[in-house]
């Protein structure tokens, strides 16, 4: 039998395994994948070849973090875009 704490855990690492699905549908959306060469089943980790691009993709997120953080206002210019790519 679960306490509460456990269960709190366990809606939590549901919830934030949702979100993390969310957010690779998102970088495939974005077309990512193939940019960068990623192909779908790839252990980004183990597999040399997709270390480097793994790499790269996370220099881009730090990137974008980084501008998220600094410039005001850049959040609304890139939903605008984000919602002319969908309308499209």
């Not at 039998?1 to 495939?28: D, H, P, V």
């Not at 779908?40 to 793994?54: E, F, R």
């Amino acid at each position: 039998m679960k306490n509460q704490t456990g269960m709190a855990s366990y809606g939590f690492r549901k919830a934030r395994t949702r979100t993390l699905i969310q957010l690779g549908g998102l970088i495939e959306k974005a077309g990512l994948f193939e940019t960068l060469g990623i192909v779908p089943g790839s252990d980004l980790q183990k597999d040399p070849a997709m270390q480097s691009l793994a790499l790269s993709l996370l220099g881009a997120f730090l990137e974008v973090k980084q501008t998220a953080r600094s410039e005001e206002g850049v959040l609304n210019v890139w939903q605008l875009k984000a919602q002319e790519f969908l309308n499209k």
